[in-house]
């Protein structure tokens, strides 16, 4: 049995969407590793460090839930984003990132209700 293709923009909003979060993940290592050596944390550090965590956790679920894992990184990362207080326009990339997953989850359903339909 013959499918109709793929759904495009869904597979390119995915892979943009784990392109993003893994270059996320990559620069969330390299901050912990520089801060490890530091002493001195407040309490606000350790909150907003136990957020990030959580949303960049959201952010490694996406990989195998698209749906679940983006509705987890964009809210964890929008409470990140209040919690820290200060104003940083990269700490809007990994809210976006969970966005990008869900969408990609919601155009591959459509394109496989269109291929069962089709059949």
Not at 25 to 48: A, E, H, P, R, Y
Not at 54 to 83: H, K, P, T, W
Not at 87 to 93: D, M, P
């Amino acid at each position: 049995m013959i499918y109709p293709p793929k759904n495009a923009g869904g597979v390119v909003i995915r892979w943009l969407a784990r392109a993003l979060s893994i270059l996320i993940i990559i620069i969330f290592l390299m901050f912990v590793i520089q801060d490890l050596g530091k002493g001195n944390l407040l309490s606000k550090d350790i909150w907003t460090g136990i957020i990030e965590f959580l949303a960049i956790a959201g952010l490694m679920y996406s990989f195998f839930d698209e749906r679940n894992g983006g509705i987890a990184g964009f809210a964890l990362g929008m409470v990140f984003i209040f919690v820290e207080g200060s104003f940083n326009f990269y700490y809007f990339f990994i809210p976006l990132s969970g966005v990008l997953f869900f969408i990609s989850r919601l155009l591959s359903v459509e394109s496989e209700e269109k291929r069962t339909t089709s059949t």
